[in-house]
């Protein structure tokens, strides 16, 4: 017999957990399985012939949100030229419709529900005993007794088994036989299941068996993907932090434990975080961890009704403590279309958040997902949403369809501009001038749909010619300043192989600049980690840019505080000789390792024999 589990991830990098996971236990059970994995980015034609030509006797397929509509019209095809081939789906988007799933698609077989390790490998035995032993007879007797599955009878009726009690996650093995094959990809991994929260629009508040994955087993496979160095790990634990012991020794191990290259992602809550906690996420590598904390929305009335624990003040204060550290990524969450949320109060919730300034602000639209509590009360919420996944809400009694399309504006420009973390400087520029850069970031919206720059495919420099236009129209300061930042931001992201138009000539500062190369190959100072290098290398591999003195002195107003600009610690006297600007110097083997900016050294610039 052969057996397919089938894979349709939303990105090459991805990987899909459940499918190996399935795979690993099924094997302690005596069953062979065959893992095929896609993405939702290739022809459907192409998975149907790599398919085909597995000629699986059973096939089963992994649903998500992100793949749904896509697998639906692929199992149709499929029934079509596999049409002796059992297939099955599983996973989240099916679990809670498994009987509508298979009175709409006839070619179904069968649908797993809920957690379904035990599930696979008793179905899995079960297609094996009756096809090895008995042509396929009996098969039916075996199905009735397999708890977590709805399936179909060869009489075409249904059938709707109870569902499995939830099981030891101890139990499952190590998902990743061979590591090797995931060198360049995200390899997900859980250390718990369930969630003690009982948020109203997530599938994780119906299971209340929280469950944790014995620590011993936990560090023995944390050391597998530092060995291979990985390059990240993304940890599914709902709430990874909702039981200290758990959560304080993992992070203890990989700080003990860190390869210097592995990045480890944790959603956590991060008003359950303890000052012992804290400690230590203080002493980490910066790199090694990223968080995510979902705020949701800071409107206590939306906070109570979603069934929301959050102490606002205590994330703040957390987030603010952990930002200090300059160590650890922070990605905050923001969800529009929440009950009690209308537009002004989403307005007041990014004010909250901004004021965090994370390395990435997640606006995102609530999904109306099948079996939430949400679902079960969009009566109440006049809750309009999409038929087809991903099930996003279009209007709610507090928020018209015209604001979320002003909402989706606001996405983009943030998506775009703010986590892109490619227009640090020029952003730092409109905090000054914008009490809540939510409406900045509304206006520029606004802006890009009325000049027709919206729904197009822009170059990164364009993007940059793009805002400095809004900045002008907007007259938030001078063409000079703004231009200078940009620059500013440009080089921080990579050393151009050509300046963009707006860029002034280098011309005028073209002999001081092979003066200071030239010097830093005899006698390094700012560029000692490159020595060897001859001077016209070293300029090939860095960069400055030298602004005047009026210049420099508008741009160094603008830059905001812990803006990654080093200034050169010089004597007095140099400083005031160089009263006539200011070279910003640009190491690309140094960079931020939260940013990925090269680091900046601010060097005191005369115009005079020796440059700078």
Known sequence: MKLVLAAVNAKYIHSNLAVYTLSAYAKTMGVQVEIAEYTINQQKDEILKSLFRKQPDVLCISCYIWNISYVEALVRELAKVLPETELWLGGPE????????????????????????????????????????????GLGESLQKIAGISWRGRDGGIHDNPWRPVMDLSEVPFPYEDLDRFSNRILYYESSRGCPFSCSYCLSSIDKKLRFRSLELVKKELQMFLDHQIPQVKFVDRTFNCKKEHAMTIWQYLAEHDNGVTNFHFEIAADLLTEDELELLRTLRPGLIQLEIGVQSTNPDTIREIHRRMDFGKVSSVVERIREGRNIHQHLDLIAGL????????????????????????????KVLSGSYMAEHTGDYQCQYQDQEPYEVLSTRWLP???????????????????????????????????????????????????????????????????????????????????????????????????????????????????????????????????????????????????????????????????????????????????????????????DPLTGNAAITQIPWVKKQDGC
Request: glycine letters at 6%; one cysteine or more; aromatic letters at 14%.
């Open 339 to 366: 009950p009690y949320e209308d537009y002004e109060s989403f307005r007041r919730s990014f004010l909250d958040v901004y004021r965090l300034k994370p390395q990435q602000l997640q606006l995102g639209f609530l």
């Open 94 to 137: 099916v679990s809670y419709r498994a009987v509508s799933m298979l009175e709409k698609h006839p070619c179904l077989r069968g649908i797993m529900k809920g957690e379904g390790e035990k599930t696979f490998a008793e179905l899995a035995l079960a297609y094996q005993t009756a096809m090895e032993t008995f042509h396929g007879e």
């Open 401 to 591: 369809y015209r604001d979320v399309l002003r909402l989706k504006a606001v996405e983009e420009m943030v998506e775009v501009y703010y986590n892109s973390s490619q227009f640090h400087y020029l952003l730092g520029l409109a905090e000054q001038r914008y009490e809540n850069m939510f409406d900045f970031f509304q206006q520029l919206g606004e802006f890009y749909e009325r000049n027709g720059y919206d729904g197009l495919s822009h170059t990164r420099i364009r993007r940059y010619e793009i805002l400095l236009e809004f900045f002008e129209e907007k007259q938030l300061a001078g063409r000079g300043i703004c231009q200078q930042l940009a620059l500013m931001d440009l080089y921080a992201r990579e050393n151009l192989k050509s300046r963009p138009a707006f860029a002034p000539d280098t011309a005028r500062y073209k002999e001081e600049t092979y003066r200071f190369y030239q010097r830093e190959e005899r006698e390094p100072r700012y560029l000692k980690h490159y020595q060897g290098y001859q001077w016209k290398q070293l300029m090939r591999m860095t960069h400055l840019e030298i602004f005047t003195a009026e210049e420099t002195g508008a741009c160094l107003n603008i830059l905001p505080t812990n803006c990654g600009v080093h200034p050169e610690e010089s004597d007095s006297q140099t400083r005031s000789e160089a009263g006539g600007g200011t070279a910003f110097l640009f190491d690309y083997r140094t960079r």
